[in-house]
């Protein structure tokens, strides 16, 4: 457990004065991600240093973090990033692997490579082709991979693409990160012409490519999603090679809010065929590391269709790893070349994770909802058995690493939150 969320400076004096038996691993940002990321890391006597904007993350007090401390956010200032990044991993011993658990993070480390730093995961310009909606798409529909029915502005008129989607629809970006930086969201949903024509004006000013797309009648609890991690080809270590895989399809269940919030239920489910849809378009691109692709299903359609993919963790990256697929370790194993790190090869397990305080706050708060969870499974929770038996594992909680669930309800009753959900 680190002692305390340390200064940029402070962090380097101690590590300074630390040494490791094998490159650590960075954690950025570290919430609820990051914290799942780095217990399956340190299970497996991985180091860790947490890395953040601020200390309010419920990761650095962590069983699984050694070493936590502050660097200069890379939104704010990448050279800066770059800068405390590399004097991090210098007095580290001159080696780490970077993990980033938000896209802002994953970009970071990619665009500024500190010396240093192993990046699990492919060139910037190839994680770029595969968080790019425009060629993400074009690339599932070269592929036969169902999308929602989707406009490019560069080769459809805004009147046809409204004639053929009508309201409400969707304005997504093809690059998630800058639109959210300069509208606070990811995706905006309209519902007449002036709205829509006063965020296309603001896009075009702020030179950020959109798309018009429609309004998917998703169909709730039937989401699926591919968790993998695809290694580097042995020929062509520049690119993946999804022929090896370690892949899970995992079930978003319950969602809170339910409608259009994040995952708090997710089941991990056998589904052959979204899982070669994702590996075919992770193929296609060149991507080698871990995503989460994400298909909801299209109650119109029937069938499913690809949303997004992210090149990164994710919230409920912990039930791969439970059920049988440790995503992280298999990322390190391959970015520090050490093959005794390599996840045996076992059988997926059937898994369910949930995120204790979504899901008990659904329960609170919807009379309509009827709790998934069986009495064995509470019981488990509440016992604590669940760490030391297949079948159910938590995002955050753990009963055995108590502080990040601690400071996790500590900042319910305060007016201090962290900067994001995740």
Known sequence: MADSFLSTDALID????????????????????GVSV??????????VIALDRNGDGVAPPSNAIDFAGEVTFPLTDLDGFRTDVEAIVDAAGGEAVAFGCMDEWVH????????????????????????????????????????????????????????ALSFPLVVKPALKREF?????????????????????????????EVLLQERVPIVQGKDRSLASYVPPATEN???????????????????????????????????????????A???????????????????????????????RPWKW?????????????????DAVSDDSLAPSETPIEETRWVYLRDYLSLLATNDAFWDVLS????????????????????????????????KLINTEFTDREYYCSC
Request: net charge negative.
């Open 317 to 333: 990256i912990s039930m791969p790893v439970a059920a049988g697929a440790n995503l992280p370790l298999a990322a390190y194993a």
């Open 14 to 33: 101690t590590l300074s004065a630390h040494s490791f038996d094998r490159p650590p691993a960075l954690v950025s940002n570290a919430h609820i991600t």
């Open 375 to 406: 009495d064995a499974q509470w019981q488990s929770l509440v016992s604590g058995s669940f760490e030391d038996t297949a079948g159910v594992t938590t995002g955050v909680y753990r009963p055995s690493d108590p502080a990040p669930a601690v």
């Open 281 to 311: 378009v992770l193929a296609e691109t060149g991507y080698y590391g871990i995503s989460e692709a994400e298909f909801v299903y299209d109650g119109e359609r029937e069938e499913y269709v690809l949303l997004d993919i992210n090149t």
């Open 237 to 279: 270590p520049a690119v993946g090679d999804v022929a090896d895989a370690l892949a899970v399809v995992g079930n978003a269940r319950v969602r809170y809010p339910q409608a259009f919030g994040t995952s708090c239920v997710v089941d991990q489910v056998s589904h052959p065929e979204i899982e070669a849809r994702a590996l």
């Open 38 to 47: 780095a217990r399956a890391l340190s299970a497996h006597d991985i180091p």
């Open 108 to 163: 970071a480390y990619a665009e500024s490579e500190p010396e240093g730093v192993h990046l699990p995961f492919a060139a910037y310009e190839i994680v770029d082709r595969v968080l790019d909606k425009s060629s993400l798409y074009r690339i599932a529909d070269e592929l036969g991979v169902p999308y929602p029915e989707t406009y490019w502005l560069d080769e459809t008129d805004v009147d046809e693409a409204v004639d």
């Open 180 to 208: 959210e930086e300069a509208f606070g969201t990811n995706v905006v949903e309209v519902t007449d012409r002036k709205e829509l024509d006063s965020l296309l004006a603001e896009a075009s000013g702020a030179d950020i």
